[in-house]
């Protein structure tokens, strides 16, 4: 597939495209990049067009003898323009599986990419799926099939200041730990 035939494809489908890449929506390359990726596929689903993903979220905790138990949140991302972009996940880490990838191998991607950890034992808690209006692509239809893990840092990779990852975009991404609620 090509812009061109996306392009196409959208407007056929009335998605108001229009408005996508304004402000921090993303763009119409953004959603071709996804589908070349094989992060995303683009079909109907009960004869509606759908942007339909596979994605996993990690929770990511620690056991700190003087803190108690403390999970990592991301703190925000800086934009490469400079600007700062707050984001309230609902858990620490999350990431669109690839092709051909299962959720264990996105999962110990994730880790690796936005904390520079390996080795860390995963639980699998859940896999939820849902149906919504994509806020990234506004008016295009998405179905999220989320696969839900936790971890916990050990002592030897813990990182009291929390991590930083920084995108081939320029992006940073900051983390850092919370305390949770006793």
Same mark, same amino acid.
């Given at each position: ?9 959208? &407007? ?70 400079? &600007?700062?972009?707050? &984001? ?82 320029? &992006? ?11």
């Amino acid at each position: 597939m090509n812009i061109d035939e996306l392009t196409a494809l959208l &407007r056929e489908h009335n998605i108001p495209i229009a408005r996508w890449g304004l402000g921090l929506k993303k763009t119409l390359g953004d959603l071709l990049q996804e589908i070349s990726d094989g992060e995303t596929t683009v079909r109907y689903e009960n004869c509606v067009l759908t942007r339909c993903l596979s994605i996993v979220g990690i929770n990511v905790f620690h056991n700190d003898s003087d803190r108690g138990e403390l999970k990592l949140v991301e703190k925000m991302q800086i934009l490469a323009s400079g &600007r700062s972009l707050i &984001r309230n996940l609902d858990t620490s880490l999350g990431e669109k599986m690839r092709s051909g990838e299962n959720p264990c191998e996105c999962v110990r991607r994730a880790i690796l990419e936005e904390l520079g950890l390996i080795g860390l034992i995963l639980f699998h808690q859940d896999t939820v799926y849902s149906m919504k209006s994509s806020d990234s692509y506004p008016g295009l239809r998405t179905m999220y099939e989320k696969h839900l893990f936790y971890c916990n840092v050990p002592h030897n990779l813990f990182h009291l200041d929390g991590y930083m990852e920084t995108k081939l975009d320029g &992006r940073r991404i900051l983390f850092e730990w919370i305390p949770l609620a006793t």
